[in-house]
């Protein structure tokens, strides 16, 4: 890549890579979801409403080559071209966060475009790059000894329904600013939303002089591809981003593996609590892209004494009580019994409309309701079930250790996500180490915790289960240790 490229020259490749996507569309029908293959040697690609897929191949023996050969590039890459592709990775998200948006809710039902739309930005601007990587180094009697944070290789990645562009721009920031190729198995039923996003990346890399398959996809993800995958001598790290069964079986592959499981997170409110702000911090977060994010309040645990004042102002805020009858109907909706009697949760009514939901039982209610609330006790399968849609159960407790016993409980050891509104020190602390999960909101919606009204970078890909925690560049590393004796030290 000349480093004298100018702006202009950057926008000049853009509008010819454009054109010449839109030409060959044009020639090709361009209807949606056709599948045709670009005349260069590598470019294998679909269409969706009228827009080729760069990167997306048609086997996984083909991504894994392809990965392979950029790989090579990006080792000659200089961390000036990584941020070049980084900065234009990060341009094209906020150009197109809200197409996104509407493919992601489009083609999987779930979610709000608004929401994901602001998930695209914040994906866009506090995504950590190359700055994300630290050499350390040691000196003394004896020289001096780096530290060097290195790239494993070809990383695999495994996305979810959930988030699936999001994360596939997010871990492809991060991974490439390690200076790893990336090839992601996504999830079968988010393919076009996660495949726009690999196209995206791989436009940004082509209009700064980068390899053209800087992230390689499949064009029908499969348990199957996941498998070829996974087993590939190619790739050198898995990093999974689903539920319980998908990360179990990425940590038995035998494998370096990042595991992101799910959660369940509980909050906690106590009688010191802001209560109006408190109502309105969890309504918020709980609410926010239908409950999808895996940090989103699922539960909460309010003080008796405080819990009709937090209920009234949650119903100021967009919520609709339900009572026990309704709850019942609203049970044999959204949960279902799997094949060992164990209630699950009925995956069409993830990350839907609260007034969807309640429609189907019967309720109609005003463009205003965002969230189904319910009071009950702890055991309610409500509490102890992951739901991923805007139904939040409120559990009445007696006191701290209650409220941090039947909290902690419901988190099932997940150590994902937990919140707290309260001013007591005390409780907060009490809470936090009881629980030891690997985000701790206090006062503020749960989307605070990965950088969205809070500090800190964002990911969405967060690593309780193994420990990385919230993922950035550093995460897909390997250490290497680099010694000169006797010299090169100045003191
Ligand atoms: P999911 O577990 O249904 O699917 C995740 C991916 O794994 C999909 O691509 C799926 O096809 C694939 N898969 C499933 N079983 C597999 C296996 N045995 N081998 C290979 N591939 C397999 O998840 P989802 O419904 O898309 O996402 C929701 C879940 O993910 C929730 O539990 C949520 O908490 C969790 N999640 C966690 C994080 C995090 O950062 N910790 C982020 C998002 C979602």
Same mark, same amino acid.
């Given at each position: 890549?000349?480093?004298?490229?100018?702006?202009?020259?950057?926008?000049?490749?853009?509008?010819?890579?454009?054109?010449?996507?839109?030409?060959?569309?044009?020639?090709?029908?361009?209807?949606?979801?056709?599948?045709?293959?670009?005349?260069?040697?590598?470019?294998?690609?679909?269409?969706?409403?009228?827009?080729?897929?760069?990167?997306?191949?048609?086997?996984?023996?083909?991504?894994?080559?392809?990965?392979?050969?950029?790989?090579?590039?990006?080792?000659?890459?200089?961390?000036?071209?990584?941020?070049?592709?980084?900065?234009?990775?990060?341009?094209?998200?906020?150009?197109?966060?809200?197409?996104?948006?509407?493919?992601?809710?489009?083609?999987?039902?779930?979610?709000?475009?608004?929401?994901?739309?602001?998930?695209?930005?914040?994906?866009?601007?506090?995504?950590?790059? =190359?700055? %994300?990587?630290?050499?350390? @180094? /040691?000196?003394?009697?004896? !020289?001096? +000894?780096?530290?060097?944070?290195? #790239?494993?290789?070809?990383?695999?990645?495994?996305?979810?329904?959930?988030?699936?562009?999001?994360?596939?721009?997010?871990?492809?920031?991060?991974?490439?600013?390690?200076?790893?190729?990336?090839?992601?198995?996504?999830?079968?039923?988010?393919?076009?939303?996660?495949?726009?996003?690999?196209?995206?990346?791989?436009?940004?890399?082509?209009?700064?002089?980068?390899?053209?398959?800087?992230?390689?996809?499949?064009?029908?993800?499969?348990?199957?591809?996941?498998?070829?995958?996974?087993?590939?001598?190619?790739?050198?790290?898995?990093?999974?981003?689903?539920?319980?069964?998908?990360?179990?079986?990425?940590?038995?592959?035998?494998?370096?593996?990042?595991?992101?499981?799910?959660?369940?997170?509980?909050?906690?409110?106590?009688? =010191?609590? %802001?209560?109006?702000?408190? @109502? /309105?911090?969890?309504?918020? !977060?709980? +609410?926010?892209?239908?409950?999808? #994010?895996?940090?989103?309040?699922?539960?909460?645990?309010?003080?008796?004494?405080?819990?009709?004042?937090?209920?009234?102002?949650?119903?100021?805020?967009?919520?609709?009580?339900?009572?026990?009858?309704?709850?019942?109907?609203?049970?044999?909706?959204?949960?279902?019994?799997?094949?060992?009697?164990?209630?699950?949760?009925?995956?069409?009514?993830?990350?839907?409309?609260?007034?969807?939901?309640?429609?189907?039982?019967?309720?109609?209610?005003?463009?205003?309701?965002?969230?189904?609330?319910?009071?009950?006790?702890?055991?309610?399968?409500?509490?102890?079930?992951?739901?991923?849609?805007?139904?939040?159960?409120?559990?009445?407790?007696?006191?701290?250790?209650?409220?941090?016993?039947?909290?902690?409980?419901?988190?099932?050891?997940?150590?994902?996500?937990?919140?707290?509104?309260?001013?007591?020190?005390?409780?907060? +602390?009490?809470?936090?180490?009881?629980?030891?999960?690997?985000?701790?909101?206090?006062?503020?919606?749960?989307?605070?915790?990965?950088?969205?009204?809070?500090?800190?970078?964002?990911?969405?890909?967060?690593?309780?289960?193994?420990?990385?925690?919230?993922?950035?560049?550093?995460?897909?590393?390997?250490?290497?240790?680099?010694?000169?004796?006797?010299?090169?030290?100045?003191?």
């Amino acid at each position: 890549m000349s480093e004298s490229m100018t702006e202009a020259q950057v926008s000049e490749i853009v509008k010819k890579v454009v054109n010449r996507i839109v030409s060959s569309d044009q020639k090709s029908g361009g209807t949606a979801k056709e599948k045709t293959t670009m005349p260069e040697k590598g470019y294998t690609a679909v269409s969706y409403q009228g827009r080729r897929y760069f990167g997306v191949f048609e086997t996984m023996e083909e991504a894994l080559e392809a990965a392979s050969e950029s790989y090579k590039k990006i080792r000659m890459m200089s961390v000036e071209d990584k941020e070049k592709v980084i900065s234009q990775i990060r341009k094209l998200i906020l150009e197109d966060a809200e197409i996104m948006a509407k493919i992601g809710v489009e083609e999987t039902g779930m979610g709000r475009v608004d929401h994901k739309t602001l998930k695209h930005i914040l994906v866009a601007n506090k995504t950590p790059g =190359t700055e %994300d990587l630290v050499t350390t @180094a /040691k000196t003394g009697d004896h !020289g001096l +000894t780096l530290t060097e944070t290195a #790239p494993f290789g070809i990383i695999g990645s495994i996305t979810p329904s959930t988030n699936p562009s999001e994360t596939v721009l997010c871990n492809s920031i991060g991974m490439f600013a390690a200076g790893n190729a990336v090839v992601f198995n996504p999830h079968p039923h988010a393919t076009m939303a996660a495949n726009y996003a690999v196209d995206l990346v791989n436009r940004a890399s082509i209009a700064c002089g980068g390899p053209a398959n800087l992230v390689c996809s499949v064009a029908k993800p499969t348990m199957q591809t996941a498998d070829v995958m996974v087993k590939s001598p190619l790739v050198r790290m898995l990093v999974c981003t689903g539920g319980p069964g998908v990360v179990k079986a990425m940590l038995s592959s035998g494998k370096k593996a990042i595991g992101a499981g799910a959660g369940n997170p509980p909050v906690i409110v106590d009688d =010191t609590a %802001d209560i109006p702000k408190a @109502a /309105k911090d969890i309504i918020d !977060g709980c +609410t926010f892209d239908n409950n999808l #994010p895996c940090i989103a309040e699922k539960e909460v645990f309010v003080f008796r004494n405080v819990r009709d004042e937090l209920v009234y102002y949650m119903l100021q805020n967009g919520a609709y009580q339900i009572n026990d009858a309704e709850a019942e109907k609203l049970v044999n909706t959204v949960l279902v019994k799997n094949d060992k009697g164990k209630l699950v949760i009925n995956k069409n009514w993830v990350g839907r409309d609260a007034r969807k939901i309640l429609a189907a039982i019967g309720i109609e209610v005003g463009e205003d309701i965002r969230c189904i609330v319910y009071e009950t006790a702890a055991e309610h399968p409500f509490v102890q079930t992951e739901l991923m849609m805007p139904i939040l159960p409120v559990v009445a407790v007696d006191d701290i250790d209650e409220a941090v016993e039947k909290a902690v409980q419901a988190e099932h050891g997940n150590r994902h996500t937990a919140h707290m509104h309260s001013k007591n020190i005390d409780n907060l +602390t009490k809470f936090a180490r009881a629980v030891e999960t690997t985000i701790f909101v206090k006062n503020a919606p749960s989307y605070a915790g990965i950088g969205f009204g809070g500090e800190g970078h964002t990911t969405f890909t967060i690593a309780g289960p193994t420990g990385e925690g919230l993922t950035s560049a550093r995460s897909f590393t390997r250490l290497r240790r680099c010694v000169m004796t006797d010299s090169f030290r100045i003191i």
